[in-house]
């Protein structure tokens, strides 16, 4: 079972605050990433790392934030929450084997802005 | 066009039918196959990857035809925890992990 976790689970709050959505895997993967899944809709790559100190957006366009100073600790953070930000924040770390990228994903934080 | 395609559904089957999913890319130079399973409000789970050779877990059957970018997913024998959103992934190396949609499945007693 993979050991990456997200928190908070369930996030409301109101617009215009700072926040940081918490990202943590006790693998060693070097590799980690953000999505973003609204509900029935694909999930769409924000940001992704190769390791410490190396951050890259993803396809999907976010004003959102990473950091990656540890190599188990991704956080994301969102400087003017929106309400068009609402959305299901996923989180990802990944091994590299023979056969392709498998990727381990945290339980998601369900974020609303009111 | 998206760059993996699936007929969202919903596949509505009866406890014990065999229900195939089917998944396109378009990408060419897509490296790797996956098949996800999601549930409800839950994160993606990797379920199985998927080869030329075609490969079987169990109940599960997964097929990867190149020639036509074609993905498949069979499952025998279905049982009511099967229901979930099933979603076909292509890697086109290094982080570029393309999500699709995914196939919602309801299986029923």
């Known amino acids: 079972e993979a050991d990456i976790y997200q928190t908070p689970r369930y996030l409301v709050i109101g617009t215009g605050k700072k926040i940081t959505l918490e990202c943590s895997q006790t693998?060693?993967?070097?590799?980690m990433y953000w999505y973003q899944q609204d509900p029935g809709m694909e999930l769409h790559l924000i940001h992704y790392?190769?390791?410490?100190?190396?951050?890259e957006k993803g396809d999907l366009s976010s004003e959102s934030t990473v950091s990656r100073i540890r190599t188990e600790h991704f956080p994301l953070t969102l400087e003017s929450a929106r309400p068009s930000h609402t959305s299901q924040y996923l989180c990802?770390?990944?091994?590299?084997?023979?056969?392709?990228?498998?990727?381990?994903f945290g339980s998601g934080t369900q974020l609303s802005v009111l | 066009r998206k760059e993996v395609e699936q007929d969202p559904g919903p596949f509505n089957v009866p406890e014990g039918a065999t229900v195939a999913f089917n998944c396109t890319y378009s990408?060419?130079?897509?490296?790797?196959f996956f098949w996800y399973r999601q549930d409800c409000r839950k994160e993606p789970k990797l379920l199985m990857s998927?080869?030329?050779s075609g490969n079987e877990d169990g109940r599960f059957t997964a097929q990867l035809n190149r020639a036509s970018q074609y993905i498949s997913l069979l499952i025998r024998d279905s049982k009511l925890s099967d229901s979930a959103t099933y979603l076909c992934?292509?890697?086109?190396?290094?982080?570029?992990?393309?999500f699709g949609a995914g196939t919602r499945l309801f299986v029923k007693a």
């Open positions: 990802a770390s990944s091994e590299g084997q023979g056969d392709g990228e498998k990727l381990f």
């Open positions: 693998m060693g993967h070097d590799k």
């Open positions: 790392s190769y390791g410490v100190n190396s951050t």
């Open positions: 990408n060419s130079a897509s490296q790797s």
């Open positions: 998927v080869y030329s």
């Open positions: 992934v292509v890697n086109t190396g290094g982080f570029k992990t393309i």
